[in-house]
């Protein structure tokens, strides 16, 4: 059973039960998970940024957009509509099956992972991670990766504040750091 179709049946009812909201609409859930990176690299090399475009693809399974700068900054060497970030929007089957994949493979993956830190949540329902290893991901063959880049992931609820976003992702699978 996937993990959307799991969430519909048994974990909506566990996690109404456990916030006491009545109304199934009401019940928190995930709406969008967004993928990120953005590196001073691309800025010198325009293969660092292609690079990282095909690692993004193997990692969600869909084509990064990519992110232009808005202004000009001559300390960093940056001018207007460089690129300067990749972004990816994970919506429906792919974020479930995404969540998924991050919970059970990629964090217990990390070195000395005990847990998501409770603080990583924004007051709205939001949580952010940061890898500073892109290659924790079981799709990338660490073999032919030439530099080892960052990523951001954000997943966004519907959730109004930080209790009940947590009490979404512990009944999702996510552990937390006690």
């Keep these: 059973m996937s993990l959307q179709e799991q969430y519909n049946k048994e974990i909506a009812k566990k996690l109404a039960q456990r916030l006491g909201v009545k109304n199934t609409f009401a019940v928190p859930k995930i709406t969008k998970i967004m993928v990120?990176?953005?590196?001073?690299?691309?800025?010198?090399?325009?293969?660092?940024?292609?690079?990282?475009?095909?690692?993004?693809i193997?990692?969600?399974?869909?084509?990064?957009?990519?992110?232009?700068?808005?202004?000009?900054?001559?300390?960093f060497k940056l001018r207007e509509n460089d690129p300067i970030g990749l972004v990816v929007t994970l919506r429906g089957r792919r974020m479930y099956d995404f969540f998924e994949k991050l919970?059970?493979?990629?964090?217990?993956?990390?070195?000395?992972?005990?847990g998501v830190d409770a603080k990583a949540l924004d007051g709205h329902g939001s949580l952010s991670i940061g890898f500073n290893?892109?290659?924790?991901?079981?799709?990338?063959?660490?073999?032919?990766?030439?530099?080892?880049?960052?990523?951001?992931?954000?997943?966004?609820?519907?959730?109004?504040?930080?209790?009940?976003?947590?009490?979404?992702?512990?009944?999702m699978g996510m552990k937390f750091k006690k």
């Design 58 to 75: 193997t990692i969600t399974g869909q084509m990064p957009k990519t992110a232009l700068a808005k202004l000009s900054v001559a300390t």
């Design 36 to 56: 990120n990176s953005s590196h001073r690299d691309f800025l010198t090399d325009k293969k660092n940024l292609e690079k990282m475009r095909e690692d993004i």
């Design 103 to 114: 919970v059970k493979i990629v964090l217990p993956r990390v070195r000395d992972f005990s």
């Design 133 to 171: 290893e892109h290659i924790v991901f079981p799709e990338i063959d660490t073999g032919k990766i030439d530099k080892v880049r960052s990523l951001q992931i954000t997943i966004v609820t519907t959730a109004k504040n930080n209790e009940s976003a947590r009490a979404l992702f512990e009944e």
